[in-house]
């Protein structure tokens, strides 16, 4: 795909992701998610949108907060924070009503107009940690 397909694909992922879109409509049916810390990985349209879905709304009241991006042929990368509450059950950790700010980055491989790979370099070990710490000073 060319710089600017690839473009227009990821930004208008991003622009349903963050307004509430149907962000899920950008992906390949074989879409994968990979944690890139623990090497966790999702596959297709639905388990990957799913996940998203968990992180922003179900485990924690989240969105990112847009830092920077780059785009190359059928590639793209984004630079953002993580900024949310956690409202739910996260990684076998009851909701602590935690606030969390944590930079990550997620690297998109683009093909046929849609986002085919998610590389996520998501802090997750850190995560734990600020849960942690909330849930001992809640106790």
Do not use: C, N
Request: overall charge negative; glycine content about 10%; aromatic content about 10%.
């Amino acid at each position: 795909m060319s710089l600017e397909e690839t473009t227009t694909t990821v930004r208008q992922y991003l622009d349903a992701l963050l307004d509430g879109g149907d962000f899920g409509s950008h992906f390949a049916d074989d879409v994968s998610w990979t944690t890139m810390e623990t090497g966790d990985e999702i596959r297709g349209r639905e388990a990957v949108k799913d996940f998203i879905v968990g992180l922003h709304q179900q485990w924690f009241d989240a969105s990112p907060e847009v830092v920077s991006t780059a785009f190359a042929d059928d590639v793209a990368a984004l630079e953002a924070v993580f900024v949310g509450t956690h409202i739910g059950e996260f990684a076998g950790m009851p909701a602590t009503g935690a606030r969390v700010r944590l930079p990550y980055s997620v690297f998109y491989d683009v093909s046929g107009g849609k986002i085919a790979a998610l590389r996520a370099y998501f802090p997750v070990t850190e995560l734990g940690r600020q849960l942690s710490e909330a849930a001992s000073a809640h106790a």
